[in-house]
């Protein structure tokens, strides 16, 4: 009989098939490498495109808050001398209403000067006598302008008049 010996043909067989296995795995290995580094280098591109645009984008945020809040001054600004202006044509109207309502005074009384300190206000003058300065604040028709009337000085003068300062605290409905 004839003795045939296959062991080389499928040692050879196997050893093509385990170079073609690894050849297949170091293809497989370096292209999964390869394919890391393309990856890795387009999105590290994507990242530092990105981090440019954000660089950009904070700076015009930047930008847009110093104007916003440049804005915000300007509008602030404007309000308080819109309030000071309101504030100060009121206190004008109230002044003028305020000694409208003092015009008719008494012909026994003369009012020398007023001064206003708050809501404070104090009367010089001079009236002919005690009596006529009494009847005066007893029944003088514009009293309900003042919470409170204090006589703060009286002197007798020469010629039989009287010479005196007035404290008057405004009522609350009056804001000057």
Request: proline share 2%; charged share 20%.
């Amino acid at each position: 009989m004839v003795e045939i010996n296959l062991l080389p043909w499928r040692d050879n067989l196997r050893h093509y098939q385990l170079t073609v296995l690894r050849r297949s795995f170091l293809v497989a290995i370096f292209l999964g490498i390869g394919l890391c580094a393309l990856i890795h280098i387009f999105l590290a591109y994507e990242i530092n495109k990105l981090t440019l645009q954000n660089a950009l984008l904070k700076q015009h945020w930047q930008q847009l808050t110093a104007r916003k809040m440049n804005l915000q001054f300007v509008a602030h600004r404007d309000f308080v001398l819109n309030q000071l202006f309101d504030n100060s044509k009121q206190y004008f109207l109230n002044n003028q209403q305020f000694f409208s309502e003092l015009e008719n005074i008494a012909p026994e009384i003369c009012l020398t000067r007023i001064e206003r300190h708050n809501n404070l206000i104090d009367f010089f003058g001079k009236a002919r006598s005690i009596a006529d300065l009494s009847n005066f604040l007893l029944h003088w028709p514009k009293r309900y302008l003042f919470s409170q009337i204090k006589i703060i000085e009286i002197k007798h003068q020469g010629d039989g008049s009287v010479a005196m300062v007035l404290r008057a605290t405004e009522n609350n409905h009056l804001k000057f």
